[in-house]
């Protein structure tokens, strides 16, 4: 049994399957810590980014925006895998990733004089001081080798994937139209919490994979999506004392993962992966609860929206003993 050992530049993770694992074109990933003829399991670490998108549009369902709020993370990810072939040309595998160290920022735009462009925003505020207690993804999928030859592997693939993450603003600036447009900035108060958010994303998927493997180079591509995904969020506006809750309408999902590996020799390799998930614009019904009077209040759809994106990058040196 060949194991490998991989010494990552982020850590990070790819792998190219040889015909016999035709059906798993990841199989060979970076930090294996167990290889059987039918189970692999792996570690591994990468650089993520992330970006949520929030909507409040006019009611009642205007299309124009009233407020949009843009969320960024990018930092340190740890995760691990496991594949299972059962039969030959068939795997199952599980995979996920979770965000251990990472910073933030959060730029909330209103259109209180009504929406005539992005840039016709009269109020912004920018929150620097942005943290993710949680982002992780987890995934379950199957793979089915569909024709192959000693160098090429075509595989049909369905499977299911979850996205979720949360988000806390402290301190930061605003730029405010009180008498006159853009007329009045200021500070909040350092290290005071502003908003917290967090959004939850769920699809069943299906797609291909192609998988190369010949001389120095090796190679991966699998495409999925699905027309149904489901998202929701809740947002606290902690200086406000208000929740916002929806619980948004079917809308798109896409996923690509692809991966690279060249061979110096037999025994060093290096290998890079990119993995990007984008769940596209829902819109839903909102339900706001005042937690200092105790009231409630309810908009029809579509009265907010949300979007979500993530990318994953990992790059590492592979050793062969």
Not at 2 to 11: H, I, K, P, Q, S
Not at 234 to 246: N, T
Not at 287 to 300: A, C, E, S
């Amino acid at each position: 049994m060949r194991r490998a050992a991989t010494l990552g530049l982020v850590g990070l993770a790819l792998g190219a399957a040889a015909p016999a694992a035709a059906a798993d074109l990841f199989r060979d990933d970076v930090a294996t810590v167990l290889r059987t003829n039918t189970l692999s399991a792996e570690v591994f670490a990468g650089y993520v980014l992330t970006r949520a998108k929030e909507y409040v549009y006019n009611v009642p369902g205007s299309g124009s925006k009233l407020s949009e709020l843009d969320w960024r993370t990018d930092g340190l990810a740890l995760g691990g895998r496991l594949a299972f072939q059962p039969i030959d040309g068939l795997t199952l595998r599980a995979r996920g990733w979770t965000l251990v160290d990472g910073a933030g920022s959060m730029t909330d735009y209103d259109w209180l004089a009504g929406y005539r462009g992005q840039g016709s925003w009269t109020d912004r505020s920018r929150s620097p001081d942005t943290r993710s207690p949680r982002a992780y993804e987890a995934d379950a999928s199957l793979a089915y080798t569909l024709w192959s030859t000693d160098e090429l592997a075509l595989t049909a693939i369905g499977g299911y994937r979850y996205q979720a993450q949360d988000w806390r603003a402290y301190g930061g600036s605003y730029l405010y139209s009180v008498n006159g447009f853009r007329d009045q900035a200021g500070f909040f108060t350092p290290g005071q919490l502003g908003i917290g958010y967090r959004q939850d994303w769920r699809a069943p998927y299906a797609g291909v994979g192609i998988a190369y493997n010949g001389g120095d180079i090796a190679g991966s591509l699998e495409v999925v999506g699905s027309p149904v995904a489901l998202g929701d969020d809740r947002d606290v506006h902690a200086l406000r004392g208000l929740v916002f809750k929806e619980k948004f309408a079917t809308t798109g999902m896409i996923g690509v993962t692809g991966g690279l590996e060249y061979r110096f020799s037999p025994v060093v390799s290096v290998a890079g992966r990119v993995e990007y998930t984008r769940f596209m614009d829902a819109t839903g019904p909102t339900r706001v609860v005042d937690v200092v009077n105790g009231g409630l209040t309810n908009y029809p759809g579509p009265s907010a929206g949300a979007s979500y994106e993530t990318l994953l990058l990992s790059l590492g040196l592979k050793v062969k003993v």
